[in-house]
């Protein structure tokens, strides 16, 4: 009687559990679904948030600006997007700032592209060239500080707009010198083209200036307040869902494809290894874990940014940044690299 009596017991409270209401959360991306995204929705296809008690959505992204611009305005609880634009809303929006939680790209992915042979294979002789860009590029923001950390003067670069299918097609067809991009994305797109990788001059950010950090999961600052358990939650997950791309990168790319099935599997993957390998899994990364920023160095990165930018004030790093919804270091240790 005792042992039917637990059974029961058991069965009541399994159903108490199922019963207590999910916390919903509306995640926006950066970008399309592409192969670096993989980790947010691997997690949510094998349930990682769910089983934390999370009602997940996620929807592509337009860029880091819109993604910043959706989270302050409410329509999402949390996201993805560059830091750097972060440091800058968070500047010129004292009342709305919104708070990093887990840095993805350790790294900033930004880059300039050139063909040889057109003149350009350092940074000083960009100066006097013509780029090509979005305007809410990222390359293109964090131009300034690429400019003052390679001591050229970045008001003698001119830059024109272009949207983002037509930035790789305009440096092909010669109608600009060089172009700024996301390194993995860029480099890709050019191959996708016809150009081969020997054919191109990269100019990296990061071989620059090691200060800079890229993208990261941002959420609104009383949403957080509000639901400390669910952000936590979300990045225990999230977490889960890196270790298995890292561990199976074509399970990831399988989730990018279930959202859009028109995606050249092979080029993703690649994508995907490229983030990873350059921005993901970094020295730092694997010293201090996934989602760790060094203190001193964001700090770094705060100052560059705000020089750069002519911002009005400079952050605290508790303005921009907290650790306090990581999971343990333990949980985030990862090593090798993605083949």
Same mark, same amino acid.
């Given at each position: 009687? %005792?042992?039917?009596?637990?059974?029961?017991?058991?069965?009541?409270?399994?159903?108490?559990?199922?019963?207590?209401?999910?916390?919903?959360?509306?995640?926006?991306?950066?970008?399309?679904?592409?192969? +670096?995204?993989?980790?947010?929705?691997?997690?949510?296809?094998?349930?990682?948030?769910?089983?934390?008690?999370?009602?997940?959505?996620?929807?592509?992204?337009?860029?880091? =600006?819109?993604?910043?611009?959706?989270?302050?305005?409410?329509?999402?609880?949390?996201? @993805?997007?560059?830091?750097?634009?972060?440091?800058?809303? !968070?500047?010129?929006?004292? /009342?709305?700032?919104? &708070?990093?939680?887990?840095?993805?790209?350790?790294?900033?992915?930004?880059?300039?592209?050139?063909?040889?042979?057109?003149?350009?294979?350092?940074?000083?002789?960009?100066?006097?060239?013509?780029?090509?860009?979005? #305007?809410?590029?990222?390359?293109? %923001? &964090?131009?300034?500080?690429?400019?003052?950390?390679?001591?050229?003067?970045?008001?003698?670069? !001119?830059?024109?707009?272009?949207?983002?299918? &037509?930035?790789? +097609?305009?440096?092909?067809?010669?109608?600009?010198?060089?172009?700024?991009?996301?390194?993995?994305? /860029?480099?890709?797109?050019?191959?996708? &083209?016809?150009?081969?990788?020997?054919?191109?001059?990269?100019?990296?950010? =990061?071989?620059?200036?090691?200060?800079?950090?890229?993208?990261?999961?941002?959420?609104?600052?009383?949403?957080?307040? #509000?639901?400390?358990?669910?952000?936590?939650?979300?990045?225990?997950?999230?977490?889960?869902?890196?270790?298995?791309?890292?561990?199976? +990168?074509?399970?990831?790319?399988?989730?990018?494809?279930?959202?859009?099935?028109?995606?050249?599997? =092979?080029?993703?993957?690649?994508?995907?290894?490229?983030? @990873?390998?350059?921005?993901?899994?970094?020295?730092?990364?694997?010293?201090?874990?996934?989602?760790?920023?060094?203190?001193? %160095?964001?700090?770094?990165?705060?100052?560059?940014? /705000?020089?750069?930018?002519?911002? +009005?004030?400079?952050?605290?790093?508790?303005?921009?940044?907290?650790?306090?919804?990581?999971?343990?270091?333990?949980?985030?240790?990862?090593?090798?690299?993605?083949?």
């Amino acid at each position: 009687m %005792r042992a039917k009596a637990l059974f029961f017991i058991g069965l009541l409270l399994a159903g108490l559990a199922l019963a207590q209401p999910r916390t919903n959360l509306r995640f926006t991306l950066d970008f399309a679904f592409q192969g +670096p995204q993989a980790p947010f929705l691997l997690a949510l296809d094998k349930g990682y948030y769910a089983a934390e008690g999370l009602n997940v959505t996620i929807d592509r992204g337009f860029g880091s =600006a819109d993604a910043i611009s959706r989270i302050a305005a409410g329509n999402y609880e949390m996201g @993805f997007a560059d830091i750097n634009s972060l440091i800058e809303f !968070n500047v010129r929006n004292p /009342s709305n700032q919104l &708070l990093a939680v887990f840095m993805v790209y350790n790294t900033t992915p930004a880059a300039v592209f050139a063909l040889k042979g057109r003149g350009i294979s350092r940074p000083a002789d960009l100066v006097g060239k013509t780029l090509a860009a979005p #305007a809410g590029d990222a390359g293109r %923001r &964090l131009f300034p500080v690429f400019a003052e950390a390679t001591g050229i003067d970045a008001s003698r670069v !001119n830059f024109i707009n272009v949207d983002v299918p &037509l930035r790789e +097609p305009t440096l092909v067809r010669g109608q600009a010198d060089a172009i700024t991009g996301f390194y993995f994305t /860029s480099l890709l797109n050019l191959k996708n &083209l016809g150009v081969k990788p020997e054919d191109l001059v990269v100019l990296k950010y =990061a071989d620059f200036t090691q200060d800079l950090y890229g993208n990261a999961v941002v959420v609104r600052r009383d949403f957080a307040q #509000a639901n400390p358990q669910a952000v936590a939650a979300f990045l225990r997950a999230l977490v889960r869902g890196f270790k298995d791309v890292i561990a199976n +990168p074509d399970e990831g790319i399988a989730a990018v494809k279930r959202r859009d099935g028109l995606i050249n599997e =092979a080029l993703e993957r690649e994508r995907l290894v490229l983030a @990873f390998n350059s921005h993901v899994l970094t020295a730092d990364s694997r010293a201090f874990g996934l989602g760790s920023v060094r203190r001193e %160095r964001m700090e770094r990165n705060i100052q560059a940014v /705000s020089k750069a930018f002519g911002l +009005p004030a400079t952050l605290r790093l508790e303005q921009l940044w907290t650790d306090r919804f990581l999971p343990p270091i333990a949980e985030r240790r990862v090593t090798g690299s993605l083949r």
